[in-house]
Each structure stands twice: as structure tokens, then as C-alpha cells.
């Protein structure tokens, strides 16, 4: 056993290596000189300097293509139609493309390398998505593991973003990161205030940004950010809503919460938020003001392993477990989840089986 992991962990080195040998390779070795860029039937033409990947090219001249892995291939969000010039589909990209996509040249633009001129055909919404210096005013620890990172907006100083969208965060080049990159995270602050925003980060062990952002960030240092991105916010209908949290997953549930505080939005709505222990849960405070706003609002914490100082009298286990001893019919429910991408499967499955269809259920995982 004990030489089968070293055998794996030695090849996934060696792949790493290789990969890495490839990058600067490919950076050595390649000059594609300047390409064209034709985009929307030649509405935007721009001249850029080949070799680099469409996402990051696109960026680099203003254009902001959604994405929330950092281009690492794995979300799936950063769809261009490619017309001309993007060389052959990657296997890396099929697993994200249906056969209308494949069929209409649509790519994931983190896949594509700029080596000749290209054509490309992109939402005329992307044009809006903008890229803001922000200056960071507050770092606050919300738990041990979790960051509140308070940005000010400066340049543009305001942003307009529908609740429960994320934006992507600029990490520089740094010890921990021979290279700069993105990551997404979800904005939770209410909308109303424009020229600020929250965002609320877990540390995980050995990641790019989260070091970066829990050890080395500082107030008053400037922060990238792009965005704002995704389609997780709330669906205007009456139905009774479920909101299912956890971690830092209830970051864009508060801004949806905060919304429909400051724009009357009376549905019925209950909470749940799944953390391992008391020291876990944060924001309590702001829950209990937005009760006092929300008549038919309801706040169900759970705990997966509370610790005996916890004195916690609450509902405990699985945050799904927790739902399913509440809803026995989903039937006529929307839901909002957000968090852990193995808790979301879970509770679309629960929901599914409790009569949800998956038409109503919304959901931003973070990975
Ligand atoms: C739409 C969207 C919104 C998001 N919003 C938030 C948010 O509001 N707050 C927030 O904290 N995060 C959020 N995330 C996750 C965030 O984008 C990063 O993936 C996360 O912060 C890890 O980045 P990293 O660079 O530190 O880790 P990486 O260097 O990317 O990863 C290091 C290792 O840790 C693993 N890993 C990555 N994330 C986790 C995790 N959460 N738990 C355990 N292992 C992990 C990776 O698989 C990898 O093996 C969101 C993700 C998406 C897709
Ligand atoms: S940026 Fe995530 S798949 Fe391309």
C-alpha cells in the first residue's frame, strides 16, 4: 500500500515537472509575433501578441471572460465561440461542451492558445465586466479559518452586481505562486452599497490565494478585482425559499438576504447554515438584524461536530441532515445552495427526491 502511494505521488511529481518544463518551453521556443483578434463580426479588432492562452490574451486588453477556476480548466465558464483560428478541440474542454456547443465552435477560452489570427463571437454583455483598483479598508477574522477581506472600490469607484454574484480576485506573483492568478469569490455585502464590497475567505491549506490572501495581505495595500460574474442571485416569484450554507458558502446568501431586507421582499424563507463546531459560525449578529427585517425569515444553524464546551442544544450532523428531517415536500420550494460541492450534490439530490425540480434549484459550488 505504503509503495503504491509513493508511486503515485512520485508520477503526479514527475507530471507536475513535466508540465512545468512545458510551460517554459512553449515560453522559450514559440514566438507566434503579433495576431488579429476579430471580434462580434469585426466590431472589436485587436492586435496582441500570440503564444498566450484567449482568456488571459482577452484580458490583458480589457475583456473580461467569466471564469472562477483561474483558467485551471475545471469550471467550465469561460465559453467564447471560437470561428476561425483556435486549432483543434481539447480533450480538456469536451467534458464541458454539449454537442450544440461543439457544433457551433464554442470553446473554453483558457484552452485556447492565440497562434494565428482569430475569430471569435462573445456575448455583448461580457463588454460590461470591468476590472476595478480596489484598497483594502478592514481584514477581520470571522472564525479561525475564515477572513473578512472589506475592499473600497476606487477606480471605477462603483460596481453594480446582482446579490449572490462573484467576482475574481488578482493575486500577484509571490513566493508561494511563481505566477500571478485569479480566483473567484462571492461578494457578501448588500448591493446598495456600491462603492464598497465584502468578500469572506476560508484559508485552505497550501492554496495560492488563500495563503496569499490570510498571511500576507494588508489594509491599505491595492487589490485587482474583475466582475462582477455568475448566475446565482435571487429569481423574482413568491414561492417559499430554502437557502442552504456552508463555511464560507454563506457569503452570497447575505447578499441575497440583505437584498430582500432592503427591497421588502417578504417570502417565506428559512437558512441553513452547516459548520463543524460554534467557532465556525460568524455573522450571527447580522442574521438576527435581518430577521428583525424579514417576518418569514428563519435561521437554522447546524453542527457536524460540536465540541462539549460548545453546550450546543441545536441541530446536528450534516447540514442536509437537517433539511430532510425539516422538508418532507419540496414540491412547491426554490432553492439557493452554496458552499462545499459535495454538500450541494447531496442536497439536490435530497431536494430532487423531496419533489424540487432541478429548474428551481440554484447553486454556486466552490471549487
Ligand atoms: C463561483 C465561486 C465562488 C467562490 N466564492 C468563494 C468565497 O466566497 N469564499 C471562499 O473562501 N472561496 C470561494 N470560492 C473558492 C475560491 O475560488 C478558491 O477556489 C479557494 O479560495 C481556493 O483557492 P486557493 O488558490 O487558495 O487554493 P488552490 O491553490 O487553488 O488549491 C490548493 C488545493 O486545495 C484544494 N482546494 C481548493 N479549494 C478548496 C476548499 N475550499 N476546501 C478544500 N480544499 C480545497 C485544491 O483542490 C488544491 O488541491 C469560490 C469558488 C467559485 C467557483
Ligand atoms: S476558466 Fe475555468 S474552465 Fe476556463
Not at 472564525?143 to 500577484?172: A, C, N, R
Not at 424563507?269 to 418569514?296: H, M, N, W
Request: glycine fraction near 10%.
Amino acid at each position: 500500500m505504503g509503495t503504491l502511494v509513493l508511486g503515485l505521488l512520485t508520477l503526479s511529481g514527475l507530471c507536475a515537472l513535466l508540465a512545468l518544463l512545458l510551460e517554459a518551453a512553449h515560453a522559450v521556443f514559440t514566438d507566434y509575433g503579433p495576431c488579429r483578434i476579430s471580434i462580434n463580426d469585426g466590431a472589436k479588432e485587436l492586435s496582441v501578441k500570440g503564444g498566450g492562452r484567449l482568456l488571459g490574451t482577452l484580458m490583458d486588453q480589457g475583456i473580461f471572460i467569466p471564469s472562477a477556476c483561474g483558467g485551471r480548466g475545471s469550471c467550465g465558464l469561460c465559453k467564447v465561440r471560437v470561428l476561425e483560428g483556435g486549432g483543434p478541440l481539447l480533450p480538456t474542454e469536451t467534458p464541458y461542451l454539449n454537442a450544440e456547443e461543439t457544433a457551433n465552435g464554442t470553446r473554453l477560452s483558457c484552452q485556447v492558445r492565440v497562434r494565428t489570427n482569430i475569430v471569435i463571437h462573445i456575448p455583448e454583455a461580457f463588454f460590461l465586466i470591468k476590472e476595478f483598483r480596489t484598497r483594502v479598508v478592514g481584514l477581520r477574522p470571522l472564525t479561525p479559518s475564515i477572513k473578512e477581506v472589506h475592499l473600497k472600490l476606487l477606480d471605477p469607484s462603483e460596481i453594480v452586481f446582482k446579490p449572490g454574484q462573484f467576482i475574481q480576485f488578482y493575486v500577484p506573483e509571490y513566493a508561494g505562486s511563481p505566477e500571478p492568478v485569479y480566483r473567484a469569490y462571492s461578494i457578501a455585502s448588500p448591493a446598495r452599497l456600491k462603492s464598497e464590497i465584502k468578500l469572506v475567505i476560508t484559508r485552505v491549506e497550501r492554496g495560492v490565494a488563500t495563503t496569499y490572501i490570510h498571511t500576507l495581505l494588508k489594509e491599505g495595500q491595492e487589490v485587482r478585482i474583475n466582475g462582477p460574474y455568475g448566475d446565482f442571485y435571487l429569481r423574482p416569484s413568491d414561492r417559499e425559499m430554502i437557502m442552504i450554507g456552508t463555511g464560507s458558502g454563506l457569503a452570497p446568501l447575505m447578499s441575497i438576504l440583505y437584498q430582500m431586507a432592503d427591497e421588502g421582499i417578504d417570502r417565506p424563507c428559512t437558512l441553513y447554515f452547516g459548520v463543524k463546531s460554534r467557532a465556525d459560525l460568524f455573522y450571527q449578529e447580522e442574521i438576527r438584524e435581518l430577521a428583525q427585517k424579514l417576518p418569514r425569515f428563519r435561521y437554522v444553524p447546524v453542527l457536524s461536530q460540536p465540541l462539549p464546551d460548545d453546550q450546543w442544544d441545536g441541530e446536528t450532523g450534516f447540514v442536509t441532515d437537517a433539511v430532510a428531517r425539516d422538508v418532507k415536500d419540496g414540491s412547491q420550494m426554490e432553492a439557493y445552495l452554496c458552499g462545499n460541492p459535495l454538500m450541494i450534490d447531496a442536497a439536490v439530490k435530497l431536494l430532487t427526491q423531496r419533489g424540487l425540480t432541478e429548474d428551481r434549484i440554484f447553486f454556486d459550488k466552490f471549487n
